[in-house]
Protein backbone atom coordinates (compact mmCIF):
# COMPACT_ATOMS: atom_id res chain seq x y z
CA UNK A 1 0.00 0.00 0.00
CA UNK A 2 1.05 3.08 -1.05
CA UNK A 3 1.79 6.06 1.50
CA UNK A 4 0.98 9.78 1.25
CA UNK A 5 2.92 11.47 -1.18
CA UNK A 6 5.63 13.84 -0.36
CA UNK A 7 4.85 17.42 0.04
CA UNK A 8 7.90 18.38 -1.58
CA UNK A 9 7.28 15.91 -4.41
CA UNK A 10 3.51 17.79 -5.20
CA UNK A 11 4.89 21.19 -4.88
CA UNK A 12 7.92 20.21 -7.82
CA UNK A 13 5.03 18.87 -10.05
CA UNK A 14 2.67 21.57 -9.48
CA UNK A 15 5.60 24.63 -10.63
CA UNK A 16 7.14 22.09 -13.37
CA UNK A 17 6.19 23.46 -17.19
CA UNK A 18 3.70 20.85 -19.16
CA UNK A 19 5.49 18.86 -21.94
CA UNK A 20 3.31 21.45 -24.49
CA UNK A 21 5.52 24.20 -22.88
CA UNK A 22 8.75 22.77 -22.88
CA UNK A 23 7.90 21.32 -26.44
CA UNK A 24 7.11 24.77 -27.30
CA UNK A 25 10.07 26.46 -25.52
CA UNK A 26 12.21 23.99 -27.41
CA UNK A 27 11.04 24.60 -30.97
CA UNK A 28 10.92 28.92 -30.59
CA UNK A 29 15.04 28.39 -28.94
CA UNK A 30 16.27 26.17 -31.38
CA UNK A 31 14.51 27.93 -34.55
CA UNK A 32 15.96 31.49 -33.53
CA UNK A 33 19.42 30.10 -32.81
CA UNK A 34 19.34 27.69 -35.67
CA UNK A 35 18.61 30.61 -38.17
CA UNK A 36 20.47 33.15 -36.82
CA UNK A 37 23.40 30.82 -36.97
CA UNK A 38 23.09 29.69 -40.39
CA UNK A 39 22.46 33.50 -41.60
CA UNK A 40 25.24 35.00 -39.44
CA UNK A 41 27.91 32.61 -39.77
CA UNK A 42 27.37 30.37 -43.33
CA UNK A 43 24.59 32.04 -45.55
CA UNK A 44 26.12 35.51 -45.79
CA UNK A 45 29.67 34.43 -46.56
CA UNK A 46 28.93 32.12 -48.90
CA UNK A 47 26.81 34.56 -51.16
CA UNK A 48 29.09 37.18 -50.49
CA UNK A 49 32.03 34.90 -51.97
CA UNK A 50 29.65 33.37 -54.86
CA UNK A 51 27.43 36.36 -56.11
CA UNK A 52 27.69 39.94 -57.45
CA UNK A 53 27.61 42.15 -54.74
CA UNK A 54 24.23 44.08 -56.01
CA UNK A 55 22.92 40.47 -56.34
CA UNK A 56 24.12 39.91 -52.72
CA UNK A 57 22.64 42.97 -51.31
CA UNK A 58 19.27 42.85 -52.80
CA UNK A 59 18.62 39.31 -51.61
CA UNK A 60 19.92 40.36 -48.05
CA UNK A 61 17.16 43.12 -48.07
CA UNK A 62 14.25 40.82 -49.04
CA UNK A 63 15.13 38.28 -46.49
CA UNK A 64 16.77 40.48 -43.64
CA UNK A 65 13.09 42.21 -42.63
CA UNK A 66 11.75 38.38 -42.33
CA UNK A 67 14.72 37.35 -40.16
CA UNK A 68 14.81 39.99 -38.07
CA UNK A 69 11.11 39.61 -37.30
CA UNK A 70 11.30 36.08 -36.74
CA UNK A 71 14.13 36.41 -34.16
CA UNK A 72 11.88 39.03 -32.77
CA UNK A 73 9.04 36.60 -32.73
CA UNK A 74 10.67 34.00 -31.32
CA UNK A 75 12.54 36.16 -28.51
CA UNK A 76 9.20 37.01 -27.14
CA UNK A 77 7.38 33.70 -27.09
CA UNK A 78 10.91 32.49 -25.32
CA UNK A 79 10.37 34.98 -23.07
CA UNK A 80 6.67 34.71 -22.48
CA UNK A 81 6.74 30.78 -22.07
CA UNK A 82 9.79 30.85 -19.83
CA UNK A 83 7.97 33.43 -17.82
CA UNK A 84 5.06 31.63 -17.44
CA UNK A 85 6.16 28.62 -16.64
CA UNK A 86 8.03 29.89 -13.58
CA UNK A 87 6.40 31.71 -10.89
CA UNK A 88 7.95 34.88 -9.51
CA UNK A 89 8.23 34.27 -6.22
CA UNK A 90 9.93 31.22 -6.46
CA UNK A 91 12.43 32.56 -9.06
CA UNK A 92 16.43 31.25 -8.18
CA UNK A 93 19.24 33.78 -9.57
CA UNK A 94 19.42 31.03 -12.16
CA UNK A 95 15.71 31.95 -13.45
CA UNK A 96 16.03 35.44 -13.53
CA UNK A 97 19.34 35.52 -15.68
CA UNK A 98 17.63 33.87 -18.06
CA UNK A 99 14.81 36.15 -18.23
CA UNK A 100 16.97 38.82 -18.94
CA UNK A 101 18.92 37.02 -21.43
CA UNK A 102 15.64 37.10 -22.95
CA UNK A 103 14.36 40.30 -22.49
CA UNK A 104 17.85 41.65 -23.85
CA UNK A 105 17.36 39.39 -26.89
CA UNK A 106 13.93 40.88 -27.55
CA UNK A 107 15.65 44.10 -26.96
CA UNK A 108 18.61 43.57 -29.63
CA UNK A 109 15.93 41.93 -32.16
CA UNK A 110 13.36 44.76 -31.96
CA UNK A 111 16.17 47.47 -32.44
CA UNK A 112 17.28 45.71 -35.72
CA UNK A 113 13.56 44.80 -37.53
CA UNK A 114 12.78 48.29 -36.33
CA UNK A 115 15.85 50.37 -36.49
CA UNK A 116 19.28 49.82 -37.49
CA UNK A 117 18.47 46.40 -40.11
CA UNK A 118 16.14 49.22 -42.06
CA UNK A 119 18.65 51.95 -41.74
CA UNK A 120 21.38 49.67 -43.11
CA UNK A 121 18.88 48.53 -46.09
CA UNK A 122 18.31 51.56 -47.19
CA UNK A 123 22.01 52.79 -47.06
CA UNK A 124 22.80 49.92 -49.19
CA UNK A 125 19.94 50.48 -51.39
CA UNK A 126 21.50 53.79 -51.97
CA UNK A 127 25.04 53.08 -52.12
CA UNK A 128 23.86 50.46 -55.03
CA UNK A 129 22.51 53.65 -56.70
CA UNK A 130 25.30 55.41 -57.11
CA UNK A 131 27.90 52.37 -57.39
CA UNK A 132 25.59 51.25 -60.34
CA UNK A 133 25.50 54.87 -62.24
CA UNK A 134 29.48 54.18 -62.04
CA UNK A 135 29.04 50.74 -63.20
CA UNK A 136 30.32 48.86 -60.59
CA UNK A 137 28.15 46.26 -58.50
CA UNK A 138 28.66 43.33 -60.43
CA UNK A 139 32.24 41.70 -58.82
CA UNK A 140 32.70 39.17 -56.56
CA UNK A 141 34.05 38.80 -53.78
CA UNK A 142 37.24 41.17 -53.14
CA UNK A 143 37.74 42.02 -56.42
CA UNK A 144 34.92 44.71 -55.65
CA UNK A 145 36.88 46.13 -53.29
CA UNK A 146 39.54 48.42 -55.29
CA UNK A 147 37.03 50.20 -57.40
CA UNK A 148 34.65 50.61 -54.61
CA UNK A 149 37.77 52.40 -53.11
CA UNK A 150 38.50 54.57 -55.68
CA UNK A 151 35.05 55.69 -56.20
CA UNK A 152 34.71 56.91 -52.32
CA UNK A 153 38.70 58.67 -53.14
CA UNK A 154 36.86 60.83 -55.86
CA UNK A 155 32.94 61.35 -54.80
CA UNK A 156 32.63 63.09 -51.27
CA UNK A 157 28.82 62.10 -51.39
CA UNK A 158 29.69 58.33 -52.41
CA UNK A 159 31.94 58.51 -49.05
CA UNK A 160 29.62 59.48 -46.76
CA UNK A 161 27.07 57.21 -47.89
CA UNK A 162 29.39 54.38 -47.33
CA UNK A 163 30.64 55.95 -43.66
CA UNK A 164 26.65 55.79 -42.59
CA UNK A 165 26.54 52.61 -44.35
CA UNK A 166 29.07 51.05 -42.21
CA UNK A 167 27.83 52.69 -39.08
CA UNK A 168 24.72 51.14 -39.72
CA UNK A 169 25.50 47.74 -40.60
CA UNK A 170 27.91 47.80 -37.71
CA UNK A 171 24.99 48.01 -35.08
CA UNK A 172 22.88 45.70 -36.91
CA UNK A 173 25.78 43.31 -36.58
CA UNK A 174 26.15 44.15 -32.98
CA UNK A 175 22.66 43.24 -32.47
CA UNK A 176 22.57 40.12 -34.25
CA UNK A 177 25.46 38.74 -32.72
CA UNK A 178 24.24 39.32 -29.11
CA UNK A 179 21.22 37.79 -29.97
CA UNK A 180 23.18 34.85 -31.09
CA UNK A 181 24.87 34.77 -27.58
CA UNK A 182 21.50 35.42 -25.91
CA UNK A 183 20.25 32.34 -27.50
CA UNK A 184 23.66 30.10 -27.27
CA UNK A 185 23.53 30.92 -23.31
CA UNK A 186 19.68 29.85 -22.92
CA UNK A 187 20.52 26.78 -24.70
CA UNK A 188 23.53 26.12 -22.27
CA UNK A 189 21.25 26.70 -19.65
CA UNK A 190 18.63 24.73 -21.26
CA UNK A 191 20.97 21.89 -21.71
CA UNK A 192 22.49 22.13 -18.10
CA UNK A 193 18.72 21.51 -16.82
CA UNK A 194 18.36 17.78 -18.66
CA UNK A 195 18.77 14.90 -16.74
CA UNK A 196 20.19 12.63 -19.57
CA UNK A 197 19.87 12.72 -23.68
Known amino acids: MKGPVPIQDTMASDTEPSNTIKLLHLLFLSTSWGMQFWVTFVAGFVMSRHLPRHTFGSIQRQLFPYYFHISCTCAFLNLTLFAMSHRSERLGEEHTSQIIIF ?3 IIASVLNAQCFGQATSASAAELQRVEHSHGLGQELGLAAREPRRQLRASNPSYRQLA ?17 VVCNALSLWHLAAQLPAL
Open 163 to 179: RRFALCHALSSLCNLLC
Open 103 to 105: FVC
